[in-house]
């Protein structure tokens, strides 16, 4: 038995418009660098040459407190976090406790322990959508190409060069849960040349 839907669209949404330059992912928008907070996107060279088209990806970058791009001789690890819960750099904006913690470079005092500095070090999450899949667990593979090589050997030696980090294994942490922990995990293990430690929680 067959049957017959007629449907009618009569509402037109119209597209979010981003501020600032447009460094998404293959076709997002992204919003305006904050103070702390940062966009950043290129373009892949390995990706488009797998792909045959321009690929990009990209990171969220927040800095910490006191941050000073022309004082080169201060250095500062790097948390590379990975996609899991609201976490990491995940927390800016959403948690207003976090937020404000981080951004005063202060922790305040709480449950009898006293305020103290916020860590000295930069968060970094990938951003690595694709025509496939909103992410690309990091690694290489025969469907997606080679976003292992582009995500490390092209995006992390552009952060570096972009921030004042701490460009040494000892100083390159990766981290994540869930999609995130086996992500994290992959590319120490994959990459022990480049990372130095990983946190990876209840991976699936």
Request: aromatic share 14%.
């Amino acid at each position: 038995m067959t049957q017959t839907i007629n449907l009618q669209f009569q509402t037109t949404v119209e597209p979010i418009v981003f501020e600032g330059t447009e460094i998404g992912g293959c076709s997002q928008g992204n919003y305006k660098d904050t103070e702390l907070l940062k966009y950043v996107k290129i373009r892949s060279d390995t990706l488009s040459s797998f792909w045959n088209r321009d690929m990009y990806i990209g990171a969220k970058v927040l800095l910490p407190a006191g941050y000073n791009a022309s004082d080169t001789l201060t250095r500062y690890p790097v948390v590379y976090s990975q996609f899991h819960w609201l976490g990491g750099e995940s927390w800016w904006s959403h948690d207003a406790a976090f937020t404000e913690a981080w951004h005063n470079g202060m922790i305040p005092a709480q449950d009898g322990k006293p305020a103290r500095p916020t860590p000295k070090l930069i968060i970094v999450m990938f951003r690595h959508e694709n025509p496939f899949y909103d992410d690309s667990y990091a690694v290489n593979s025969p469907n997606l190409g080679p976003y292992g090589d582009a995500l490390n050997d092209e995006l992390v030696p552009h952060l570096d060069m972009m921030f004042n980090t701490i460009a040494q294994p000892y100083a390159r942490i990766q981290e994540g849960g869930s999609t995130g922990g086996w992500a994290a995990a992959a590319s120490v293990i994959f990459r022990p040349d480049l990372y130095g430690a990983c946190f990876a929680s209840y991976p699936d």
